[in-house]
């Protein structure tokens, strides 16, 4: 049985094809997925699952520090993720544990707007983008209208700092607008995307003296174009994407007519995808399709496709609510075969938790450590919303 279900509203456009031509008319409209009812799991499946998330929640709730926090308190995003994941549940100390991380999260907002700490002397200083960006997704979950200013001085915050200029990186965001790390990537664009769209409904609370803030849409996607790679790249880049293109992350490879291109890889193709479908690119448009074609081309749960181990566990996160929010359950193999891609990723998650002998709680880390998930909250709190998204919730 299948439910669609309206997930956000966003401010969007209508643009061309993969030329990169954009149209000028922008209205609101409504998004809906084709969320899938938890019988696309089957019953066994289903009891399993809900022990091994609870297992997660009952390690994370022990991990929770007096202050409120997870992990590394200079990045509130760490403590976001886990009350985002939270709010989704029905953990029995669920509304005492999210009352302290949401505690937490509100002591970190600035006057700017921003939802970060300073970091004085580290390149990137406190991510005020990315923590901006996952905070405010976390406090629009909760679903509570006492964090409706917050959210929208972070929404004029985020909008603020989208980047503008007469070079490659216009229309995206960065880590940080005003440190060193100026640049902008597909990774801090998507967040930003994300918490734009998942919170675009506050608007419609802000005062009527207030001017609304948003991102520039048409602009945005022309920077994810240009991330995108596209057929002269060769079979196997042609629709993927990469990270930016000083630091293309996974690397170069020659195409066919001797030219070097950007390598695409699996969890920025995913989350690109997955920005065009919040900024309203029809999953029709040859831009989704070809991200999903190669998607397909490259199917695996094995490892991040393009990037082995490395990013892992968010591969696993943004897969989940990409395929979600892209509305379907099959994924059609190189021989034809269909797989359900909810059961093979809930299975692959049973799989790789970890538990401790003791407690009997259940976590999940990466032995690969590089983008921060060496550190197992981050990479259990992707796995929850990854499990939470694939049973429906």
Request: glycine share 8%; net charge neutral; charged share 25%.
């Amino acid at each position: 049985m299948r439910k669609t279900v309206t997930i956000f509203t966003i401010t969007a456009f209508t643009c061309g094809l993969f030329s990169g031509i954009a149209g000028e008319e922008t209205k609101p409209i409504n998004i809906t997925s084709t969320q899938q009812s938890s019988g696309i799991l089957s019953v066994s499946l289903e009891n399993e699952l809900s022990a091994t998330i609870n297992r997660s929640f009952k390690w994370l709730a022990s991990r929770q520090k007096e202050d409120g926090s997870w992990s590394d308190s200079n990045f509130p995003a760490l403590t976001a993720l886990p009350v985002w994941a939270l709010t989704k549940s029905s953990y029995p100390d669920k509304e005492k544990i999210l009352a302290k991380g949401i505690k937490f999260i509100l002591s970190c907002v600035n006057e700017n707007g921003g939802i970060y700490r300073e970091v004085k002397g580290r390149k990137g200083g406190g991510l005020s983008n990315y923590n901006t960006a996952i905070c405010m997704t976390a406090l629009h979950a909760t679903g509570d209208k006492a964090h409706l200013n917050i959210i929208r001085n972070a929404r004029k915050f985020i909008a603020g700092s989208q980047h503008f200029g007469d070079d490659q990186y216009t229309g995206g965001f960065g880590y940080d607008r005003d440190t060193e790390r100026k640049y902008t990537d597909l990774l801090n664009t998507f967040y930003a995307i994300e918490a734009m769209a998942r919170t675009a409904d506050v608007e419609d609370t802000r005062p009527k003296n207030e001017k609304k803030a948003d991102i520039d849409w048409r602009e945005t996607v022309k920077y994810l174009e240009r991330m995108q790679n596209k057929p002269g790249a060769g079979d196997d880049n042609s629709g993927g994407f990469f990270y930016n293109p000083t630091d293309p992350k996974a690397g170069t490879s020659t195409n066919a007519s001797g030219v070097i291109v950007f390598r695409s890889y699996g969890s920025i193709t995913y989350a690109g995808m997955l920005a065009l479908i919040y900024a309203n690119i029809s999953r029709e448009d040859i831009r989704v399709q070809s991200a999903f074609d190669w998607a397909k081309r490259h199917w695996t749960l094995e490892e991040n496709p393009g990037m082995g181990a490395n990013g892992k566990y968010f591969f696993y996160n943004v897969l989940s609510r990409t395929l979600n929010a892209y509305g379907t359950n099959a994924i059609q193999l190189k021989d034809g075969s269909l797989l359900n891609w909810q059961s093979e990723l809930a299975k692959k998650l049973i799989s790789l938790q970890k538990t401790d002998s003791a407690t009997g709680e259940g976590f999940w880390e990466n032995a690969e450590a590089r983008y921060w998930e060496g550190d197992p909250v981050l990479v259990t709190s992707y796995c929850l919303l990854a499990l939470e998204t694939a049973l429906g919730k």
